[in-house]
């Protein structure tokens, strides 16, 4: 994981008002494994920043398709 991943929550953390699946981005890294993430809505406006550690989160990807055909 590293500076501005997006990443997906892997658990529920209620006493933050988080939940499994929530999507953010990783703003600083405190030290290894330890991140500062960031939880923006739509318009882009932050309602968390926490500090987590790697096992509560994933990073995901995205990879556009582009003009190729897929195989069924």
Known sequence: MKLLNVVALT???PELKLYRG???T???EYEPGVFEVEFS???GH???IETLNARQLM???H???GEKKLLV
């Open 26 to 28: 990783i703003v600083d």
């Open 41 to 43: 809505d739509l318009t």
């Open 46 to 48: 932050a309602y968390a």
């Open 22 to 24: 929530q999507v953010g």
């Open 11 to 13: 658990e529920d953390l």
């Open 63 to 65: 990879q556009p398709i």
């Open 59 to 61: 990073v995901l990807y």
